[in-house]
């Protein structure tokens, strides 16, 4: 039986688990920084920590991070490749990946995404349910496309960056890194490094004031 530790018992987690199943995993469990008081997620275990993670690597014949603060899962993702882990890239049965596409280690697509012919994918990026990412896209690492997302041909998203959900970038834009870009915006020209933009089409949020 093979084995995957999901690190990441949030709703987000769940849905890997689900995709990981579909895509043949036979065995899931989680691994949660607030274990031991969290202990199951949805219809899955949470057997440790990620310090406990560490231990027991050798234990499975995968491992992913499913966290979905594009930060943290860098930060997780780059732990774990460095003590060894055998980090897996999940691809759901429904997603449809063209041959020439590139997709990173440790990147999910989730069902009914769409990855066209020549796009480049980063390590652990997440292009969810139903979104796409057309012909020549450049993506980052750490990128997370929300679900129902679209990215035209040519777009690139820089590492660390989040498309919201339902948001669309017409192409050849080009998106920096730390952008977050808000639920259902039309992006319709390049957006500068760690900018929130937001709306139709979409425009830069005001900075919260600092106190
Ligand atoms: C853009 C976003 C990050 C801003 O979050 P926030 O910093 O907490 O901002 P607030 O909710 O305080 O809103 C600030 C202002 O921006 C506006 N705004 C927020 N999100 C917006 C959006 N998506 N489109 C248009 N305007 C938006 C608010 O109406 C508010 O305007 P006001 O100051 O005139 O009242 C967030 O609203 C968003 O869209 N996140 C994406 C969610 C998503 O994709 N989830 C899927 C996860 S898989």
């Known amino acids: 039986m093979n084995r995957l530790a999901i690190l990441g018992a949030s709703g987000h987690g769940k849905v890997v688990a689900d995709v990981a199943l579909a895509a043949g995993w ?34 499975f014949d995968g491992v992913i991070v499913a966290i979905g603060h594009n930060p943290t899962r860098w930060d997780k993702y780059r732990w774990l490749r460095a003590a060894g882990a055998r980090l897996v890239t999940l691809t759901h049965p ?9 997709i990173g ?4 697509l989730m069902a009914g995404a769409a990855v066209n012919v020549d796009a480049e994918i980063g390590e652990a990026s997440i292009v969810n349910t139903g979104a796409t990412v057309d012909h020549d896209n450049q993506l980052g690492h750490a990128v997370h496309v929300s679900p129902g997302a679209h990215l035209a041909g040519g777009v690139t998203v820089s590492a660390l960056s989040w498309i919201g ?42 900075a919260a004031p600092s106190t």
């Open 105 to 108: 280690l440790g990147s999910v």
């Open 26 to 59: 036979q065995q899931v469990v989680f691994f949660d920084d607030a274990w031991p008081e969290r202990q199951r997620n949805g219809h899955w275990d949470v057997v440790g920590d990620s310090a406990r993670l560490q231990t027991e690597l050798s234990a």
């Open 94 to 102: 429904t997603a449809s990946v063209s041959r020439f596409a590139r």
């Open 165 to 206: 959900i339902g948001a669309v970038v017409r192409q050849g834009v080009r998106i920096g890194h730390s952008v977050t870009v808000g639920a259902g915006a039309v992006v319709i020209g390049d957006v500068a490094d760690g900018l929130t933009v937001a709306g139709v089409p979409a425009v830069p949020l005001p």
